[in-house]
């Protein structure tokens, strides 16, 4: 009887939760997440002159700044029709590749449980969202910039989702669909039910844009990953983002396999989150 009375005192609050959710509010906020026992932090913006658009999920960089990338993203917002949500995996909560490879594989390649993935905080945002706005099937694109676009990629990867378009910006390093390739670099060593043929299959069907600014080429850049495996896809961002593109094509072409990918590139434009945002081409590679 007690269990019943506990159980039915937790289905009131979910209740309760669920009808107070308001909408958000027109103009920047933040609000708060309740993600698999994380509390996630999430900027929006909503248009003053917003009707019934899409939600856009930015993912941050390796900055953390998640308050800055909602900000650049009100422009696209405005233009597009979109609502913003930027969630902040901060540092101390989602160290390294907690983030940047979503915490799925643990150093000795062995699949860590779904509860402990970052990937699944991110659906949790958006139903959060829908709640709020009583829009139980609003769609969502994705577009995360530099260690964003490496998360936007290994999400589109290894987490199921509805997206209708996910863009990777910018990533120092991508998931390239080979078995060669391995620790965080390519499929090599992942588990079966993550790797294999189905793993690669799922990857190339997926709607993924690669999103590339081609000033974006400086070897030597201070957060570019130079390490020797990074450098196998290619001297720089840019190499490297056309690189995985052209591999992936190719692999989808010789298996006769769908292929949903879309590479977008912005002239003039080099490490730089604020203006790939507002770069017109980001409308494109946003397009589902």
Known sequence: MKRLILLLGL?????????????LPVGKSRVECEAGGVAIQVFTYKPAKY????????FHGKNRNAEDYRDWAVPLAD???YVVAAPLFDEKRFPGDAYLRGNVVSKDGTLKPKSEWTFPKVLKVIEMLRAAEKKPAWPYLCIGHSAGGQFAERFAAFQPNEALRIVAANPGTHLFPNEQMSGGYGFGGLPASLGGD???????????????GTADNDPKHQSLDNSSAAKLQGPHRLARGRACFEASEKLAKERGWPFAWRKVETPGIAHEGGRMLAAPEAVQALRP
């Open 11 to 23: 289905l009131a609050v979910q209740v309760a939760s669920a009808a107070d959710a308001v909408p």
């Open 51 to 58: 009707r019934d658009g899409p939600l856009l999920v930015v």
């Open 79 to 81: 233009a597009q029709g």
């Open 198 to 212: 189905e793993g690669l299959k799922r990857y190339l069907a997926a709607p993924l844009t690669i999103y590339l």
